[in-house]
Antibody, heavy 119, light 107 residues
Framework: VQLQESDPGLVKPSQTLSLTCTVS??????????WSWIRQPPGEGLEWIGY???????YYNPSLKSRLMISVDTSNNQFSLKLSSVTAADTAMYYC????????????WGQGTLVTVSS | DIQMTQSPSSLSASVGDRVTITCRAS??????LNWYQQKPGKAPILLIY???TLQSGVPARFSGSGSGTGFTLTISSLQPEDIATYYC?????????FGQGTKVEIK
């Protein structure tokens, strides 16, 4: 299984950040896994954003919940993130990853995409 | 939220040394603890899950132990390719949280 994030690049403050993760080499339609977003500000540690099951059930980090929406497109084997009202604090490398619904690990991860929030 | 605290924040060791990284949880998390390795400019990779199970393909020099609030990641014989930052992660309760990372360098 491989995961690949889209590349939105630069996002202006107050706008909505949109990312898509494309899953290849396996189906997103599996109850054994969930599909997650994690981010890492430059030079800092990892922050879990949220995850989604193929059924559409979602789990969000409460710190981002009011601005966050994660969705799944099973027909295209993709899942997506939308984060609204972004600020410079949302500048980070964004990773998508597959999560195990049984043992709760993240593997594999996508290569990551750097999103910069700047006017 | 469960806070994960790693120590040390960085370490320098020689090739062949035994290296131990500690991760402490702010409350008991049973064995819901994973370890990841992140090399510079790369995405993290899973090393160990449920505290002590080695992920397939990971060299046997890596091992994990612990339960409750205290956990360790051990590299039995440090190799040059082990230069990376290591993160622990708890999956006991939401929000899932990571330690701040331990940077391992070669002396």
């Amino acid at each position: 299984v491989q995961l690949q994030e889209s590349d939105p690049g630069l996002v202006k403050p107050s706008q909505t950040l949109s990312l898509t993760c494309t899953v290849s080499g396996g189906s997103i339609n599996s109850g054994d896994y969930y599909w997650s977003w994690i981010r890492q500000p430059p030079g800092e540690g990892l922050e879990w954003i949220g995850y989604i099951f193929y059924t559409g059930s979602t789990y969000y980090n409460p710190s981002l919940k009011s601005r966050l929406m994660i969705s799944v497109d099973t027909s295209n084997n993709q899942f997506s993130l939308k984060l609204s009202s972004v600020t410079a604090a949302d500048t980070a490398m964004y990773y998508c990853a597959r999560g195990s619904n049984i043992e709760n690990w993240f593997d594999p991860w996508g290569q990551g995409t750097l999103v910069t929030v700047s006017s | 939220d469960i806070q994960m605290t790693q120590s040390p924040s960085s370490l320098s060791a020689s090739v062949g040394d035994r290296v131990t990284i500690t991760c402490r949880a702010s409350q008991s998390i049973s064995t819901y603890l994973n370890w990841y390795q992140q090399k510079p400019g790369k995405a993290p990779i899973l090393l160990i899950y449920v505290a002590s199970t080695l992920q397939s393909g990971v060299p046997a020099r890596f091992s994990g132990s612990g339960s409750g609030t205290g956990f360790t990641l051990t590299i039995s014989s440090l190799q040059p390719e082990d230069i990376a930052t290591y993160y622990c992660q708890q999956t006991y309760s939401s929000p899932l949280t990571f330690g701040q990372g331990t940077k391992v360098e070669i002396k």
